[in-house]
């Protein structure tokens, strides 16, 4: 009697490729506010490199990278690093969106600050019947676009 056929067994059916999924595009700059009452604006990523300017509490920069600690940054045109330590994030001054315009009504100037903190630094004070526009609602703190950049009240 002949054996019977075994038959032939069939490859493994390979698995279809799937796509690698894109990473989203880091955004290729941010904002932050200077907290330091005068921020120093280096040449290079470090404490003892030249200092090339300064920059104010409260002013605006746009940073381009961060390298260990510091953020390369574009602040009136000139690039220079500046400590991590000294900006906290804000949005984009050119892409914002004014959520409301509220009116200061107090007997005295309200106090601006660099961040959501009775303890931050003052960058200015704004006097009864003034409007400022609102950027956003934090932590009981409003963040309103302020002079030429952005503060807390």
């Given at each position: 009697k002949e054996p019977t056929p075994?038959?032939?067994?069939?490859?493994?059916?390979?698995?279809?490729?799937?796509p690698t999924p894109t990473p989203e595009p880091q955004?290729?700059?941010?904002?932050?506010i200077v907290t330091a009452s005068t921020l120093n604006l280096r040449e290079g990523a470090s404490i003892t490199s030249k200092i090339i300017g300064t920059i104010p509490a409260g002013k605006v920069v746009k940073w381009?990278?961060?390298?260990?600690?510091?953020?390369?940054?574009?602040?009136?045109?000139?690039?220079?690093?500046?400590?991590?330590?000294y900006?906290?994030?804000?949005?984009?001054?050119s892409k914002v969106t004014?959520?409301?315009?509220v009116k200061v009504i107090v007997k005295s100037g309200?106090?601006?600050?660099?961040?959501?903190?009775?303890a931050a630094?003052?960058?200015?004070?704004?006097?009864?019947?003034?409007?400022?526009?609102?950027?956003?609602?934090?932590?009981?703190?409003?963040?309103v676009q302020y002079k030429d950049g952005f503060g807390y009240i």
């Open positions: 075994t038959p032939e067994s069939e490859p493994a059916p390979m698995p279809e490729p799937q955004p290729s700059c941010n904002y932050g381009l990278e961060e390298v260990n600690g510091w953020y390369k940054v574009d602040y009136n045109g000139k690039v220079g690093y500046v400590s991590t330590k900006v906290s994030s804000v949005p984009d001054p004014v959520a409301k315009s309200l106090n601006v600050r660099v961040s959501s903190s009775v630094r003052k960058i200015g004070a704004v006097p009864y019947g003034t409007e400022l526009k609102v950027v956003e609602e934090r932590n009981g703190w409003y963040l």
